[in-house]
């Protein structure tokens, strides 16, 4: 079974401060990797994808992934209270469509 | 842009009964794929078409099928539904190549679906 672990939380961090949301996945061959936010009662947006081995930055967020250790981070600098949400990490291979999803850390972003 | 497009948005059915659920994807977006959302299981893959063809498919019973029309819109179906069923229904429809690389979804708002 391949699987996409992630620390279910919630995961509770002061406005302003740095989220850092982890995720580890077991199948080698992954070598896409997604991270979407869900707020409640809402759909999954993706944030952003990282397929190379460092670090991947966009606004407030960044993508951190280590093949080596099949590791997958996301930080999210000067957090904001709307920033409270699930987040899902998903892991694919290269040469199918099928993503395999975390069950999500629930972040809470207290004022 | 017009985004993923399910309907319908909710859905009570009995158990025993069949259902179809419809996904109208992004224009220029030729991968749909379906997950189903549940609290204790979190996302799971049900299946991807791409031009037509079901490309990949998850561990689901055969009671759920999917098909992809030539404008790329999607349904699925649940035939002989349990309680088991009732779920969060996802579209998502991707700019996957022919390939098959995956440069991430974008979301419908969902079928919530309750058998009873």
């Known amino acids: 079974q391949k699987e996409v672990e992630q620390n279910s939380g919630p995961l509770s961090v002061p406005e302003g401060a740095i989220a850092s949301l982890n995720c580890t996945y077991s199948?080698?061959?992954?070598?896409?990797f997604f991270w979407y936010r869900q707020y409640s009662g809402k759909s999954p947006e993706l944030i952003m994808f990282?397929?190379?081995?460092g670090d991947k930055e966009d606004g407030r967020f960044t993508a951190q992934l280590n093949k080596a250790s099949q590791y997958v981070s996301l930080l999210i600098r000067d957090s904001q209270p709307s920033d409270s949400a699930t987040y899902l990490c998903?892991?694919?291979?290269?040469?199918?469509?099928?993503?395999?999803f975390g069950t999500g850390t629930r972040l809470q972003v207290t004022l | 842009k017009a985004g993923v497009t399910q309907t319908p948005r909710y859905l009570i059915k009995t158990r025993g009964q069949q259902v179809t659920l419809s996904c109208s994807p992004i224009?220029?977006?030729?991968?749909v794929s379906w997950y189903q959302q549940t609290p204790g299981q979190g996302l799971q893959f049900l299946f991807e078409?791409?031009?037509?063809?079901?490309?990949n498919k998850g561990n689901f019973p055969g009671r759920f099928s999917g098909r992809q029309f030539s404008n790329s819109r999607s349904e699925m179906n649940v035939s002989t539904l349990e309680l088991g069923d009732s779920a969060l229904y996802l579209c998502?429809?991707?700019?996957?190549?022919?390939?098959?690389?995956?440069?991430?979804?974008?979301f419908g708002s969902g079928t919530r679906l309750t058998v009873v």
């Open positions: 990282i397929y190379s081995n």
């Open positions: 078409y791409f031009s037509e063809t079901q490309r």
């Open positions: 224009s220029g977006h030729r991968s």
């Open positions: 199948d080698r061959g992954s070598q896409s």
């Open positions: 998903a892991a694919g291979t290269g040469t199918a469509s099928k993503l395999t």
């Open positions: 998502a429809s991707s700019l996957a190549s022919g390939t098959g690389v995956n440069y991430g979804y974008t």
